[in-house]
């Protein structure tokens, strides 16, 4: 079964640190570019951050620079967000999003072209 699995949202206080995992399977994983794309109550998608498919390149929305770290893992299938110093702005449904195909070198910032999508994992920042 073609999916992704995230995990590891939760309430965190302003400052304060957590880790996503999503977890994908029913396809080779290590041939596509990945990306966290996340949702704000009541806005729309903001594509976050992406990687390359063997881990050699990273990006990020100028919003999140220096404070998250994306990374992956090939032999687990398992892609990672590391998000410290949080604040309330990035209160947010986060998603982990397949790129459209194999084999691209370019990390898309538009949300629409990913083409598998998790369930999501909620992220509240509040005191």
């Known amino acids: 079964q073609v999916q992704l699995v995230e995990s590891g949202g939760g309430l965190a206080q302003p400052g304060g640190s957590l880790r996503l995992s999503c977890a994908a399977s029913g396809f080779t994983f290590s041939n596509y570019i990945m990306s966290w794309v996340r949702q704000a109550p009541g806005k729309g998608l903001e594509w976050v951050s992406g990687?390359?498919?063997?881990?050699?390149?990273?990006y990020y929305v100028d919003s999140v620079k220096g404070r998250f770290t994306i990374s992956r893992d090939n032999a687990k299938n398992t892609l990672y967000l590391q998000m410290n110093s949080l604040q309330p702005e990035d209160t947010a449904l986060y998603y982990c999003a397949k790129d459209n195909a194999p084999g691209h070198v370019v990390v898309s910032t538009n949300p629409y072209e990913y083409d598998l999508w998790g369930q999501g994992t909620q992220v509240t920042v509040s005191s």
């Open positions: 990687i390359y498919s063997d881990g050699s390149a990273t």
